[in-house]
C-alpha cells in the first residue's frame, strides 16, 4: 500500500516556476512515480515518471526540457520542477505510484488528490 499527498500548486504568470511536491508512505522500494495532469474538460494527461532510484525516467513531449522530476529519497517525496510555464500546463496535476514505468494512468495502482496549477497569461 503506498499513501501519495501532493502539495506545491498555486498561481502563477507565464514564464514562471512552480515545485510540486509528493509525499510518499508506504512499500515505495523500486516503486515507480509518476506526474500527470488534468485539465477542465480533457482527459488525464502523462506529464513524467521515474523509479526511486532514478532510472527509466521519462517525460511528455510537451514539458520536456521545462519540467524535471526528481526524488530525495530519505524523505520519501518526489518533486516536479516546472519552469517556464505557459498557460496551457494549467490543470490538476496528479502524482501516482505502480509497479512500472508507464505513460498510460491505467498502469498505475495509487493516486494522491491532486494539487491545482493554474498558469496565467
Known amino acids: 500500500q503506498v499513501q501519495l499527498v501532493e502539495s506545491g500548486g498555486g498561481l502563477v504568470q507565464a514564464g514562471g516556476s512552480l515545485r510540486l511536491s509528493c509525499a510518499a508512505s508506504g512499500r515505495t522500494f523500486r516503486t515507480y512515480v509518476g506526474w500527470f495532469r488534468q485539465a477542465p474538460g480533457k482527459e488525464r494527461e502523462f506529464v513524467a515518471a521515474?523509479?526511486?532510484?532514478?532510472?527509466?525516467?521519462r517525460y511528455a513531449d510537451s514539458v520536456k526540457g521545462r519540467f524535471t522530476i526528481s526524488g530525495d529519497n530519505p524523505q520519501n517525496t518526489v518533486y516536479l520542477q516546472m519552469n517556464s510555464l505557459k498557460p496551457e500546463d494549467t490543470a490538476v496535476y496528479y502524482c501516482a505510484a505502480g509497479s512500472r514505468s508507464s505513460s498510460w494512468a491505467g498502469a498505475y495502482d495509487y493516486w494522491g488528490q491532486g494539487t491545482q496549477v493554474t498558469v496565467s497569461s
Open positions: 521515474f523509479r526511486w532510484d532514478g532510472y527509466n525516467t
